[in-house]
């Protein structure tokens, strides 16, 4: 079993990673679909939305090819839903004391999220994190987005760290293929879905929370 200290780096998602807080963006969601009367799509179909930048649901969530326009006005206008719901955003168990034990250790964090910029700064501030991460990576910055390893690897980049030097830390299928594909050790974490969903993904550990990450690298 690999220690922390054999690695350099973490790269953390946002949504659903730092905090459980998908099933708000489930409701914002919800409230969308129901004003434009889209179905809402199957437990399969959701699941592989997880992770993936906006320019990319919404396409699927309508049927047809969006323009520039369209895909901006919608993507708004489901985050302000989502930005109402904020108050309810809190951490993962044991993740201020996994950033601490990070930051006592000179080992430097990154977020790569699929997440708009306009949520990054709210969702920190929320958390109380505003000063953790060395760099931010956005979907919207790299030319493929989550399940490619783009993210991450610009992420790692960022960060003076190889990839197989860090370890990625995810809750979506889409992030976790993200993350294996970069070639960083792969934690999944189990907010959105349970651990017996989440062993299909192939990660090398699942952890229910940051208290259970730092027991498995014997570190609490």
């Not at 914002?28 to 930048?53: C, H, N």
């Not at 006592?104 to 700064?121: E, F, K, Y």
């Not at 907010?191 to 993904?201: I, N």
């Amino acid at each position: 079993m690999p220690r922390l200290n054999d690695f350099h780096a973490v790269v953390f998602d946002m949504d659903g990673t730092l905090t459980p807080n998908m099933h708000l963006h489930g409701q914002a969601f919800d409230i969308f679909m129901q004003k434009y009367d889209i179905p809402i799509p199957d437990e399969t179909v959701a699941a592989s939305l997880s992770g993936k930048r906006n320019s990319e649901i919404f396409p699927i969530l309508f049927g047809r090819d969006l323009h520039a326009e369209e895909l901006e006005r919608y993507a708004d206008e489901k985050e302000n839903l989502y930005r109402t719901l904020m108050e309810q955003v809190h951490a993962v168990p044991g993740l201020h004391d996994f950033l601490v034990h990070l930051d006592s250790n000179n080992m430097p964090s990154a977020i790569a999220t699929s997440a708009p910029h306009g949520n990054v700064a709210p969702t920190l501030n929320r958390l109380n994190l505003p000063t953790y991460f060395a760099t931010i990576t956005l979907g919207s910055e790299v030319k493929h987005g989550k399940p490619a390893p783009d993210i991450f690897i610009e992420a790692a980049r960022r960060l003076g760290v190889a990839p197989a030097q860090c370890i990625g830390v995810e809750d979506s299928f889409a992030g976790l293929q993200s993350v294996r594909a970069s070639g960083m050790y792969t934690v999944a974490i189990a907010t959105t879905h349970t651990k017996d969903e989440l062993a299909y993904a192939q990660a090398d550990v699942i952890v229910s929370d940051y208290y259970e990450l730092l027991r498995h690298f014997e570190v609490a």
